[in-house]
């Protein structure tokens, strides 16, 4: 498991686009599974919208990339999206839901990749996705 300060480590993002608050669990080169807790005090829910907050799907596909990234090996090296296949939404999620993301990794070659991510909460699908990345040594 890796709490909010193992994270801080090796993602660059910061609020208001961390999107993870705990790594569950990790199998390098296979797997993840992370979490997102859902709150009302998110900024994107002033306008996504007002009368009935409901999470972007752009920023729970943002949140699946940041856990889809912990998969690999990443020394010295950022992941950076370079698509997106295979999107679909099944269910809102709303303020006080907890998105859980599990990720597996479908290939690897070089400095690309790419992982499938789905998103619960409750159980239930809400999102999933293909997401590729390409890696880049950090300067």
Do not use: W
């Amino acid at each position: 498991m890796l709490l909010i300060d193992e994270i801080y480590k090796s993602l660059p993002h910061r609020f208001p686009f961390l999107m993870v608050d705990r790594i569950v669990s990790v199998e390098k080169e296979k797997s993840v599974i992370g979490l997102k807790n859902v709150t009302v005090n998110e900024p994107y829910f002033q306008g996504h919208f007002p009368d009935e907050p409901l999470m972007p799907a752009v920023m729970i596909i943002e949140a699946m990339s940041q856990v889809g990234g912990f998969i690999f090996d990443l020394d010295n090296e950022r992941g950076y999206v370079i698509g997106v296949d295979k999107a679909k939404f099944k269910r809102k999620v709303i303020p006080g839901d907890q998105l859980i993301i599990e990720c597996e990794k479908i290939a690897h070659v070089g400095t690309m990749a790419k992982v499938k991510g789905v998103a619960k909460v409750d159980g239930k699908v809400v999102a999933s996705a293909e997401i590729a990345y390409n890696f880049a040594k950090i300067s």
